[in-house]
T-cell receptor
Framework: DTAVSQTPKYLVTQMGNDKSIKCEQNLGHDTMYWYKQDSKKFLKIMFSYNNKELIINETVPNRFSPKSPDKAHLNLHINSLELGDSAVYFC????????????FGPGTRLTVT | GESVGLHLPTLSVQEGDNSIINCAYSNSASDYFIWYKQESGKGPQFIIDIRSNMDKRQGQRVTVLLNKTVKHLSLQIAATQPGDSAVYFCAENRGRGGANNLFFGTGTRLTVIP
């Protein structure tokens, strides 16, 4: 009965490769998010989707492309991976795009070598 | 024990003592604030939130205080337990028009000494 799930949990890949991280929520929420957490634990929002529409894009390189096939899923595709992309990526969801608490997934640790 | 949040990223307290974790936020227009707890290898977990029209909110063993004058937020944990050991983040909502756009602080690592 996991609320927000992500796959894979760990991802190790080489520079220049393209990879995807998947996220699903079974909470019936309308809004989903992607965050990046660096090695110093700093957590920064990347994207937000509300009912499959992009509402927040926080100056993320266009190598990162989120895709929301339906409101329960928000996938993150990354092209031409760079060393600096190594981080933990968290998906989250909230009831709506307003002032609601966000529920986070377990994270995907991406390591680019 | 008490921390200054962004400037002192670690806090150690004895089991049973009260903990106070502080956070300074930057945007005077922020209207919603949340405290999250992150245990090792896990995603952030909601603890308590507060809207800008309040200055105090209490949960189970936790209290959040908001001082808008000095843009300061604190999380008080009563009778701290070993299970409270984690990194604690404050987050402020900078979204406009009620939109949810959270900006997180750098976090404070709380260690509870048995």
């Amino acid at each position: 009965d996991t609320a927000v799930s992500q796959t894979p949990k760990y991802l190790v890949t080489q520079m220049g490769n393209d990879k995807s991280i998947k996220c699903e929520q079974n909470l019936g929420h309308d809004t989903m998010y992607w965050y990046k957490q660096d090695s110093k634990k700093f957590l920064k929002i990347m994207f937000s989707y509300n009912n499959k529409e992009l509402i927040i894009n926080e100056t993320v390189p266009n190598r990162f492309s989120p895709k929301s096939p339906d409101k329960a899923h928000l996938n993150l595709h990354i092209n031409s991976l760079e060393l600096g992309d190594s981080a933990v990526y968290f998906c989250a969801s909230s009831q709506g795009a307003g002032l609601y608490e966000q529920y986070f997934g377990p994270g995907t640790r991406l390591t680019v070598t | 024990g008490e921390s200054v949040g962004l400037h002192l990223p670690t806090l150690s307290v004895q089991e049973g003592d009260n903990s106070i974790i502080n956070c300074a936020y930057s945007n005077s227009a922020s209207d919603y604030f949340i405290w999250y707890k992150q245990e090792s290898g896990k995603g952030p977990q909601f603890i308590i939130d507060i809207r800008s029209n309040m200055d105090k909110r209490q949960g189970q063993r936790v209290t959040v205080l908001l001082n808008k004058t000095v843009k300061h937020l604190s999380l008080q944990i009563a009778a701290t337990q070993p299970g409270d050991s984690a990194v604690y983040f404050c987050a402020e909502n900078r979204g406009r028009g009620g939109a949810n756009n959270l900006f997180f602080g750098t976090g404070t690592r709380l260690t509870v000494i048995p």
